[in-house]
């Protein structure tokens, strides 16, 4: 394994379990998964955790995602305003971390 793509499974073990953590610890939020996408060798993954948590979020099962960076959300800012609209549209409050940015209702 070289030393790049060991970083870069290391810090997704390390962001798995600092929001697997961060979501038990709150009072009142339920923690449901972690939908995680590992980019190797450069290719992006076809985003099946992504659809898979959106198939969550239609079905009831999440209200509140918590995301990193916004960046993480959507390649392009239509894709962006679409998947927010569309959340939105479902119910589903949406926290960006590192830009301290929320969507939606209070919780």
């Not at 076809?46 to 009831?60: A, H, P």
Request: glycine letters at 4%; one cysteine or more.
């Amino acid at each position: 394994m070289s030393s790049d793509k060991e970083a870069k499974i290391h810090s997704l073990s390390a962001q798995i379990s600092y929001y697997s953590e961060l979501i038990q610890k709150h009072n009142g939020w339920e923690y449901i998964g972690i939908y995680a996408v590992e980019a190797l060798n450069g290719i992006r993954d076809n985003r099946t955790e992504f659809q898979k948590m959106l198939n969550d979020c239609s079905n009831g099962r999440i209200d509140m995602i918590i995301i990193k960076f916004i960046s993480r959300l959507a390649r392009n800012t239509v894709t962006m305003l679409q998947t927010v609209r569309e959340l939105k549209e479902l119910n589903v409050d949406i926290l960006f971390e590192k830009e301290n940015i929320k969507h939606g209702r209070n919780h």
